[in-house]
């Protein structure tokens, strides 16, 4: 069965129709700018076009950058303020005409991850970390999530997690790959006494194989340490798939 998958980013919204047989696009995505300012009734728009522009009839699964519960927003951290506490399902579904399943976007890279990718067939603690303007999380026990737990926002000494040693604060603070290694080895130490994962999956921006190259000699963990596989893909693989799964019936 094929899902449609969008993936809503700070500057861009790319979507595509996902065989959820073998977890592959089964078109070519379609990627439009994010409008700006990014607010609600703008993104639910945009999602209304990436529909369209397939010709979309069944389900639909989106990413959002925010802590969503119960189809609602409640978190608005890297996304425009008007977000909290908008129906974010109801919402798109009025743009699309389709039933929406709405998923944190951490939250949707991991379940792509344990659907098709580094986590496949894992079934004790894993801990996905997406890395990039942010850090994300998501996290499963027993193969099964435990939503929106935001561990970008972890306090390390006084600082925000993300503002500390995400990809972003490297290329703000002119850090070579060694010295923002020295920086989340920090974060890492920290996720693993809180959580003591058996595995840890590197997602995001971070996850590409030129990028990996030049910093995991560096991180050391108790778990298994390994980089994701579906790189730029997995937000929209990952919505598909909780479109089908996770979905209230």
């Given amino acids: 069965m094929n899902v449609l998958g969008i993936d809503i980013g700070g500057t861009g919204i790319k979507g595509a129709p996902v065989d959820l047989s073998d977890g592959k696009l089964a078109e070519e995505r379609y990627r439009i700018q994010t409008p700006q300012p990014a607010t609600p009734q703008k993104v639910a728009k945009a999602v209304g076009r990436i529909a369209a522009h397939f010709e979309w009839k069944g389900p639909i699964g989106c990413t959002l950058p925010a802590r969503v519960q119960h189809g609602v927003a409640h978190t608005a951290t890297n996304i425009h303020r008007t977000w909290i506490d908008t ?6 579904s009025a743009h699309t005409g389709l039933p929406v399943h709405v998923l944190n976007d951490a939250d949707a890279a991991g379940v792509a991850s344990m659907a098709y990718g580094a986590g496949k067939d894992r079934d004790d603690l894993v801990l996905m970390l997406t890395v990039g303007t942010g850090i994300g999380s998501a996290l499963f026990v027993h193969r099964q999530l435990v939503p929106n737990t935001e561990l970008g926002h972890l306090d390390l000494n006084g600082r925000n997690a993300e503002l500390f040693c995400s990809d972003r ?14 920086r989340f080895q920090v974060y890492l130490d920290t996720v693993e006494f809180l959580f003591a994962p058996d595995l840890i999956i590197l997602g995001g921006g971070i996850s590409r194989p030129s990028k990996v190259q030049k910093y995991m000699r560096y991180l050391s963990t108790a778990a298994e340490l390994v980089p994701a596989v579906l790189e730029n893909e997995a937000g929209i693989i990952g919505a598909a798939y909780a479109a089908r799964t996770m979905a209230p019936a």
């Fill in 169 to 182: 604060a490297r290329k703000r603070d002119g850090l070579s790959w060694k010295q923002w290694a020295k």
């Fill in 87 to 92: 129906a974010v399902d109801d919402l798109f």
